[in-house]
């Protein structure tokens, strides 16, 4: 005979046979997240994953209006089951105390990965129907958040997608894009064109004739030059006969000095035998 069951004790009834044999996970944490970005595709029961692991579903979705920013956030709840990270985990929870406190050591710990980066983000879960789910990963480069692990529910952050980043990246570029002068570019990129073809034509009709006398009369000096200094040339023969005559002016002037050295009485008295 089997044991009685307590009287208001309640049951939990698996949507299937995998459901209700797998290990019961505990009380779940309730969370919300705000989004800034369409919610479409996400509905509620989508998992929260993380890295594979799913770690709780979507409960409810909402849309909620901020009169400071003067923007509507979509505020999403979830309910997170963190015995789903794993025995450490578990036993990590179990060394902080009683089970009363369990909540309150399962925010701390959250807190402290929040602050090591851990962020929520929307990402497509089938791309033929668009789905979305919840997405639980570590973003160290994310700006620093902190989060108040007192708040009913506790909220987490959020960062974009890859998609929603990109679709602003690639709406400041169209933005960026729509202030350059095109139609202004284009025609001083015409003007300089014409400018170019004028200058090129005037070289061609100007400078390239003036170019060709320029060297045609360097040329004819060049070879007037050549033929001045060549060796047979009447130039270079009188050079020769100049250098010749300067030699033996030369050789007479030092005879005279080195007489004038021995007998400088000569310059009174002049050479012996000159007439007086």
């Not at 969370?31 to 409960?59: C, H, K, W, Y």
């Not at 789903?84 to 990965?113: C, H, Q, V």
């Not at 005559?245 to 021995?262: G, I, M, P, V, W």
Request: aromatic share 6%; hydrophobic share 35%.
């Amino acid at each position: 005979s089997g044991t009685s069951a307590p009287n208001n004790m309640v049951f939990h009834l698996g949507s299937d046979e995998a459901d209700a044999m797998r290990e019961p996970d505990g009380p779940p944490l309730q969370v919300v997240m705000d989004f800034n970005q369409s919610l479409r595709g996400l509905a509620v029961g989508a998992p929260v994953d993380f890295r594979g692991i799913v770690l709780g579903e979507v409960t409810n979705i909402g849309i909620d209006y901020d009169p400071k920013t003067k923007s509507f956030t979509m505020p999403v709840t979830m309910n997170l089951y963190p015995e789903r990270l794993g025995r450490r985990f578990r036993e990590t929870i179990e060394s902080k105390g009683e089970a009363a406190r369990r909540e309150i050591i399962e925010r701390e710990i959250i807190e402290r990965l929040v602050e090591r980066g851990l962020r929520g983000q929307l990402r497509t879960g089938n791309l033929l129907t668009s789905q979305l789910y919840v997405a639980l990963d570590f973003f160290p480069k994310a700006p620093a958040a902190k989060i108040d692990s007192a708040r009913q529910p506790l909220q987490l952050p959020t960062v974009p997608n890859e998609l929603e980043e990109l679709q602003v990246v690639v709406a400041d570029i169209a933005k960026k894009l729509d202030k350059v002068p095109f139609e202004q570019i284009g025609a001083n990129l015409n003007s300089t064109l014409a400018n170019a073809d004028r200058l090129f034509k005037q070289l061609d009709t100007q400078v390239a004739p003036e170019a060709r006398d320029t060297l045609s009369a360097a040329k004819q000096t060049f070879s007037a030059a050549e033929a001045t200094l060549q060796q047979d040339s009447p130039l270079q023969s009188d050079v020769r006969g100049a250098l010749k005559e300067l030699t033996r002016t030369l050789q007479s002037l030092n005879a005279l000095s080195d007489y004038l050295e021995r007998h400088p009485e000569s310059l009174l008295k002049g050479k012996p035998g000159d007439k007086q």
